[in-house]
């Protein structure tokens, strides 16, 4: 069983940056790629990026490509997410997410375990 608790989220100015934490309760973390996911209202969720056991791994979505970047610190078992140059269509509830797995997945279902999200509103 892994739990998973989402902070950093917030409000922000067009062009500025975040940061998103995601810390995770068991001592399996290692075990598991983990993923950022994003959900804005009347929308389906969406991957953003995600990373390996290892962190050697790492996969972006086109939209978060060059502005997103994903990292992971086994030893305090959480994993971050660096958002820069944020825009208005970045809008929405960022969700980090664990799948029991080697290999880097992109879609929601494969996931075991989900946060609660965090809320981020990025303003023109």
């Known amino acids: 069983q892994v739990q998973l608790v989402e902070s950093g989220g917030g409000l922000v100015q067009a062009g500025g940056s975040l940061r998103l934490s995601c810390a995770a309760s068991g001592r399996t973390f290692s075990s598991y790629a983990m993923g950022w996911f994003r959900q804005a209202p009347g929308k389906e969720r969406e991957f953003v990026t995600a990373?390996?056991?290892?962190?050697?791994?790492?996969s972006y979505a086109a939209p978060v490509k060059g502005r997103f970047t994903i990292s992971r610190d086994n030893a305090k078992t959480t994993v971050y997410l660096q958002m820069n140059s944020l825009q208005p269509e970045d809008t929405a509830v960022y969700y980090c997410?664990?799948?029991?797995?080697?290999?880097?997945?992109?879609?929601?279902?494969?996931?075991?375990?989900w946060g609660q999200g965090t809320q981020v509103t990025v303003s023109s």
């Open positions: 997410a664990a799948v029991l797995t080697g290999s880097i997945s992109y879609v929601p279902r494969k996931y075991d375990y």
């Open positions: 990373i390996s056991r290892s962190g050697i791994s790492t």
